[in-house]
């Protein structure tokens, strides 16, 4: 039986974040046609056979905190990542099970991980990249009011410049776009890339009708302690809410995630927002099939391709910016990409006059339906 190894320092189960679902379920479903996958994840050693979770090892190990991890991108001139996951036990857990020679193939998520990798790796080694690091550091560093934030995601940004430019030649990259792709090889033009785009869940049930008149109920899903989140949250909060909660009468916002920030807690709290903190899988379909459509309010681009696809397989309109252009593709009416209150007020109205039927809805899942992880899986599968 072939053994791929997977290297996943940031991986919690059950997975909510995007990086982790990618990983999880790439891991369940590449573990077929006798494939047996090992995953060390942030505190356990997982293993999968036949698409099953067959065995959990705990570990002594844990990841470092945000502040802890950003102080020491700045005293060590590193990326925010690798002190963020790779600590000295997990390290040492990694060095390992690459020791084994047991491995055909080592799959690596995140830049960072990959600079365990030996020079005289025999192995092939992919790694997902997960987002345009250069892009999504920059991004930060301009969005962020706090100085220090600004010096970690340079020298982020700096840090994985450098190792790719060393580096790259030893591996092949995996990116969720061709965007993302475009991105790297703007900064490091002959690196060996392929895309792999991430993946949803596509339910087995139709979605139901939202009848006419049907008040508006919006769904924000996603980790709530990440940055980019906190700020799509807030931007939400001050440029659409007060346009959107005068216009439409009784409509309501639940917020989904893991692990809220205070700023999260008072935000929803002050707005009459509903929170759903940590909620299980069936918790989260649950409140998906009391929305009417989900909110994609992000202030910058950055990574949201997942909430995208969520939305889109539970037969849900998407309410996004534009800077969510680079899916535009993806999306179709009822849904809206606009930078306008005002737009959004007006589509909205419709879509609670109109209602949206069965067959519509259908629609908006078969737009996700090619991106399911089963057909994702098969593409990391090849790439092995």
Known sequence: MMQVLILAPHLLLPPRNGADLLVERNARYIA?????VTVLAASERLTYIEEELVDRERLSMTMRSRTWAGLRSILFRSNFFREKFLTRPWVAAAKRELASDRYSAILCSYIVTASLI?????????VWTHNDEFKWFGT??????NPLQKIVARMSSNWTREFLERSHSRFLFVHVTNADLVGFHQVVPDMNSVVQPIGTDIPNEDPAVISPGTPATFIFVGSL?????????????????PTLNKSCMGCNVLVVGSRPSERIRSLCESNSWSLHADVSDAELEKLYQR??????????????????LGALAHG????????????????????????SPDEWVQAMSKLMADGLSV???NALVDRARPYSWNNVALMGYMNI
């Open 32 to 36: 077929t046609n006798s494939i047996r």
């Open 118 to 126: 030996g020079g005289d790796e025999p192995r092939p080694v992919a």
């Open 140 to 145: 930060l560093a301009e969005a962020s009011r």
């Open 225 to 241: 302690g990440v940055t980019m989140n906190v700020d799509a949250l807030v931007h939400f909060a001050s440029t659409f809410w």
């Open 291 to 308: 929305a009417t459509c989900a909110i994609l309010p992000f202030p910058y681009a950055t990574g949201a391709k997942l909430k995208l």
């Open 316 to 339: 849900l309109p998407v309410f996004a910016t534009t800077a969510l252009c680079a899916q535009s593709d993806m999306m179709a009416e009822p849904c809206v990409m606009s930078d």
């Open 359 to 361: 067959e519509s809805r």
